[in-house]
């Protein structure tokens, strides 16, 4: 399988708050070949600054997370620690 040309997309939510209303476009999207998602990774920052990341495939038992793993293709540790704390320094704290 060839990779490229690929592009970050960072998503952020009112709050920081992920209510799942993105995942029907999403999938959308996904199932006419608009796009292909090769990885995702979930960031919070709490109101101390505090910065928390979750892998999609690691949020078993929630069915938002299943849906969004779902349109993936599964690529393994493709977003490096340091893609992630260069966005969690653009995230403001949640309240």
Same mark, same amino acid.
């Given at each position: /399988?060839?990779?490229?040309?690929?592009?970050?997309? #960072?998503?952020?939510?009112?709050?920081?708050?992920?209510?799942?209303?993105?995942?029907?476009?999403?999938?959308?999207? #996904?199932?006419? $070949? *608009?796009?292909?998602?090769? $990885?995702?990774?979930?960031?919070?920052? @709490?109101? %101390?600054?505090?910065? *928390?990341?979750?892998?999609?495939?690691?949020?078993?038992?929630?069915? $938002?997370?299943?849906?969004?793993?779902? #349109? /993936? @293709?599964?690529?393994?540790?493709?977003?490096? $620690?340091? @893609?992630?704390? @260069? #966005?969690? %320094? *653009? /995230?403001?704290?949640?309240?």
């Amino acid at each position: /399988m060839t990779l490229g040309p690929i592009e970050v997309l #960072v998503v952020s939510f009112p709050g920081n708050e992920f209510n799942g209303e993105i995942i029907p476009e999403l999938e959308r999207l #996904v199932g006419n $070949d *608009t796009i292909s998602i090769i $990885d995702g990774v979930l960031v919070r920052k @709490d109101a %101390d600054g505090e910065v *928390t990341f979750t892998e999609f495939e690691e949020l078993g038992g929630n069915a $938002d997370a299943e849906r969004l793993a779902n #349109v /993936m @293709d599964q690529l393994e540790s493709l977003i490096s $620690d340091e @893609d992630i704390e @260069d #966005v969690a %320094d *653009t /995230m403001s704290r949640s309240q």
